[in-house]
T-cell receptor, first 116, second 114 residues
């Protein structure tokens, strides 16, 4: 079945540094990918929609300059958390939408970000 | 605005004790309702997509049903390995920027004791 790979699975960084998270669709092309954020014992909150070859669309309240999204190819989207602070610590998850339909929307395994 | 509410927040069952999880939703138009399973520290694992009222889907001990206002995930004779958080999400009608965009409920944490 279709797989979405997310890397790294866990990252610890110092406050003020930037962290890049990768999301790859391994066996299908994804014109659209989505980035979610999840706090402990809470559900997934959509942060932004990543569109191949164009600018990302951010949800209300999400800082564009803090969370940089690049979708340079049909199989790769990256999320960069810039100048990270402890409040950015969270579980980040991507999902990919195949061209052919929404019967299944596939999720990556998630990235646990801890900012010290 | 699309809304999804799941109940109960947490459910403890004994092994073999069947039960149901509820997902109530409001959406201007429904393209699909999704059920996912999420284990701690992992991404959601796809279970089912339901598209229209009256539809049912089954997978092993799980059965999902859909009405115009809610969906149920029935768990028959659960085992400890069924312990996880179960998430419900809706996908609205319409293409463009809403395509693939899910609104999630807060989830039900299921614990099955041996």
């Amino acid at each position: 079945g279709a797989v979405v790979s997310q890397h790294p699975s866990r990252v610890i960084c110092k406050s003020g540094t930037s962290v890049k998270i990768e999301c790859r669709s391994l066996d299908f092309q994804a014109t659209t990918m989505f980035w979610y954020r999840q706090f402990p014992k809470q559900s997934l909150m959509l942060m932004a929609t990543s569109n191949e070859g164009s600018k990302a669309t951010y949800e209300q309240g999400v800082e564009k300059d803090k969370f940089l999204i690049n979708h340079a190819s049909l199989t790769l989207s990256t999320l960069t958390v810039t100048s990270a602070h402890p409040e950015d610590s969270s579980f980040y998850i991507c999902s990919a939408s195949p061209r052919t339909g929404v019967e299944k929307l596939f999720f990556g395994s998630g990235t646990q970000l801890s900012v010290l | 605005e699309d809304q999804v509410t799941q109940s109960p927040e947490a459910l403890r069952l004994q092994e073999g004790e069947s039960s149901s999880l509820n997902c109530s939703y409001t959406v201007s138009g429904l393209r699909g309702l999704f059920w996912y399973r999420q284990d701690p520290g992992k991404g959601p694992e796809f279970l089912f997509t339901l598209y229209s009222a009256g539809e049912e889907k089954e997978k092993e001990r799980l059965k999902a049903t859909l009405t115009k206002k809610e969906s149920f995930l029935h768990i028959t004779a659960p085992k400890p390995e069924d312990s996880a958080t179960y998430l419900c999400a809706v996908h609205p009608l319409g293409g463009g920027t809403s395509y693939g965009k899910l609104t999630f409920g807060q989830g039900t944490i299921l614990t099955v004791h041996p």
